[in-house]
């Protein structure tokens, strides 16, 4: 009997990282000649996964983003995962702006994911489990050539490949 092979496809934050890069953002931005006096900071909810940036005003928010996004990049965090929601008006005349985190694959995304593994016309069967998919096949080429399309289209998301077996 052939055995069948497997993989999982992921999209998963390593939080205890974003949590550092919020960290070394926040001292870098306390140090920083051009945020002197202003009340610029990152909050980090780890239960919510999300960051609020808050700025006297939107140009030094912008730069608030540019310095979390610098040391998201340098701790290996993907920035497709970051979902920008509208800047707000905060409190004394400032801003601020949610950014939520997003893990896992939404059920419209793995649907567009396995459409496009079945347009492949590789013997593999997609599968959507919770908030990740499976792929089977009987040839270990075939889910190489579905791990190597997945690498290279562009999704939206940050793609992890766990369990081949």
């Given at each position: 009997m052939p055995q069948d092979f497997s993989f999982d496809v992921v999209s998963k934050l390593d939080l205890q990282e974003v949590e550092n890069a919020v960290h070394q953002a926040n001292k870098e931005i306390s140090t920083r000649f051009d945020?002197?006096?202003s009340v610029s900071r990152i909050e980090w909810d780890k239960k919510e996964a999300q960051l609020t940036l808050f700025s006297d005003d939107e140009q030094k928010l912008k730069s608030v983003n540019d310095v979390i996004q610098g040391k998201l990049v340098r701790r290996g965090v993907s920035l497709k995962?970051?979902?920008y929601k509208s800047i707000e008006p905060a409190e004394r005349a400032t801003v601020r702006q949610l950014v939520k985190l997003t893990q896992g694959i939404a059920s419209?995304?793995?649907?567009?994911?396995?459409q496009a593994i079945k347009e492949m016309k590789l013997?593999?069967?997609a599968s959507i489990q919770g908030d990740q998919l499976r792929?089977?096949?009987r040839s270990k080429d075939d889910l190489q050539g579905v791990i190597n399309f997945l690498r290279a289209a562009d999704f939206g998301l940050p793609l992890q490949f766990l369990n081949y077996r």
């Open positions: 945020f002197k006096g995962s970051l979902d419209d995304k793995a649907k567009s994911i396995v013997k593999v069967q792929v089977t096949g």
